[in-house]
């Protein structure tokens, strides 16, 4: 009896086991390629984030990756040769603030179509994708940890439905350094964004029918790092003083709404770049006072009498006799 028990209680535990590693094996999971140690030279750090799927269809990703603020710095982020084809918040410095003594940059993308993993004729099946890559500047000896958490992924399905998983850690150490410190480099360099939309429109349902600014950024180069925007007389953005410059974020309503300005839109990429957009003034005739409308109506209505007085003079003096 005691050896029936016991081995029913075995095969239970077994298959328990085999459903959870059956789980576990199919979870998509997000992983973090770094080096385990840096360059004593002070030299920058490539971290790759990645995505393998294990074949499961996503529809959606999330989540906040962080490092020890004492350790490092950003240089740079980039999502060039993504696999995210359109992102809801391009990975950025997060807003939010945080006593932990981390940085965190946080991100969130769709997948139209739903994605499955990266897929090539030279292999079958499928290898993981890279989200984005943070390039990192070493600045104190240390050890700490790389991190992916507060995590969302969704699969492809009617209801996408969540997909368990976990955060993912990373430990890299940071020796004594020698050298100068690395500078960050501060310039900024225009470039030209292909497709960059800035719009600006109004809906009664949105904020009292109040003109309001979309900025629209589909460019996989490099992460939207902040937006600024200036309403002004000034017809060049080039001219504008850097005082002058508002950060806001999209969609963000118009200070005067009689859209007498032109409104300048400035957006600051992660790779210390930056693209210019003007949008001009229009004519708003709904916003003329009660005054003005008058006056404007008399002056109409004395240039038409002066008009009709003056085709009926000279009319009147082509008639005469020319002896006279």
């Given at each position: 009896?005691?050896?029936?028990?016991?081995?029913?209680?075995?095969?239970?535990?077994?298959?328990?086991?085999?459903?959870?590693?059956?789980?576990?094996?199919?979870?998509?999971?997000?992983?973090?390629?770094a080096?385990d140690?840096?360059?004593?030279?002070?030299?920058?750090?490539?971290?790759?984030?990645?995505?393998?799927?294990?074949?499961v269809?996503?529809?959606?990703?999330?989540?906040s990756?962080?490092?020890?603020?004492?350790l490092?710095?950003?240089?740079?982020?980039?999502?060039?040769?993504?696999?995210?084809?359109?992102?809801?918040?391009?990975?950025?410095?997060?807003?939010?603030?945080?006593?932990?003594?981390?940085?965190?940059?946080?991100?969130?993308?769709?997948?139209?179509?739903?994605?499955?993993?990266?897929?090539?004729?030279?292999?079958k099946?499928t290898?993981?994708?890279?989200?984005?890559?943070i390039?990192?500047?070493?600045?104190?000896?240390?050890?700490?940890l790389?991190?992916?958490?507060?995590?969302?992924?969704n699969?492809?399905?009617?209801?996408?439905?969540?997909?368990?998983?976990?955060?993912?850690?990373?430990?890299?150490?940071?020796?004594?350094?020698?050298?100068?410190?690395?500078?960050?480099?501060?310039?900024?360099r225009?470039?030209?964004?292909?497709?960059?939309?800035t719009?600006?429109?109004r809906?009664?349902?949105i904020?009292?029918?109040?003109?309001?600014?979309?900025?629209?950024?589909?460019?996989?180069?490099?992460s939207?790092?902040?937006?600024?925007?200036?309403?002004?007389?000034?017809?060049?953005?080039?001219?504008?003083?850097?005082?002058?410059?508002?950060?806001?974020?999209?969609?963000?309503?118009?200070?005067?709404?009689?859209?007498?300005?032109?409104?300048?839109?400035?957006?600051?990429?992660?790779?210390?770049?930056?693209?210019?957009q003007?949008?001009?003034?229009?004519?708003?005739y709904?916003?003329?006072?009660?005054?003005?409308?008058?006056?404007?109506?008399?002056?109409?209505?004395?240039?038409a009498?002066l008009?009709?007085?003056?085709?009926?003079?000279?009319?009147?003096?082509?008639?005469?006799?020319?002896?006279?």
């Amino acid at each position: 009896m005691y050896m029936n028990f016991y081995f029913f209680k075995k095969l239970i535990f077994a298959t328990l086991f085999m459903c959870v590693s059956v789980v576990y094996a199919y979870a998509a999971q997000i992983t973090i390629i770094a080096p385990d140690l840096t360059s004593a030279l002070r030299k920058p750090v490539t971290v790759l984030v990645f995505l393998d799927t294990e074949d499961v269809a996503v529809s959606g990703i999330g989540g906040s990756f962080s490092f020890p603020s004492e350790l490092f710095e950003i240089e740079s982020i980039t999502t060039e040769s993504s696999i995210v084809p359109l992102w809801v918040v391009q990975p950025s410095l997060s807003d939010e603030k945080n006593f932990d003594a981390r940085t965190h940059i946080i991100f969130e993308g769709i997948f139209p179509g739903g994605y499955s993993g990266v897929r090539s004729p030279y292999y079958k099946g499928t290898k993981p994708g890279m989200l984005f890559l943070i390039t990192l500047i070493p600045k104190n000896k240390g050890t700490g940890l790389l991190s992916v958490d507060d995590i969302i992924l969704n699969s492809f399905d009617s209801n996408a439905s969540p997909i368990k998983t976990e955060s993912v850690f990373k430990t890299i150490s940071v020796p004594d350094l020698v050298g100068p410190p690395y500078r960050v480099s501060q310039l900024m360099r225009e470039v030209k964004s292909s497709r960059l939309t800035t719009i600006i429109t109004r809906d009664q349902l949105i904020n009292n029918d109040a003109w309001y600014l979309i900025v629209n950024e589909k460019e996989n180069r490099s992460s939207v790092e902040s937006i600024y925007v200036v309403e002004t007389d000034t017809w060049s953005a080039h001219l504008v003083q850097e005082t002058s410059w508002q950060k806001i974020k999209s969609p963000h309503v118009l200070t005067y709404q009689n859209r007498t300005k032109y409104v300048h839109v400035k957006v600051v990429y992660s790779d210390k770049t930056y693209a210019l957009q003007t949008l001009p003034p229009v004519e708003n005739y709904t916003n003329i006072s009660s005054p003005s409308r008058i006056l404007i109506g008399i002056g109409l209505a004395i240039f038409a009498s002066l008009s009709v007085l003056y085709l009926y003079v000279k009319h009147f003096i082509r008639a005469l006799p020319k002896n006279n």
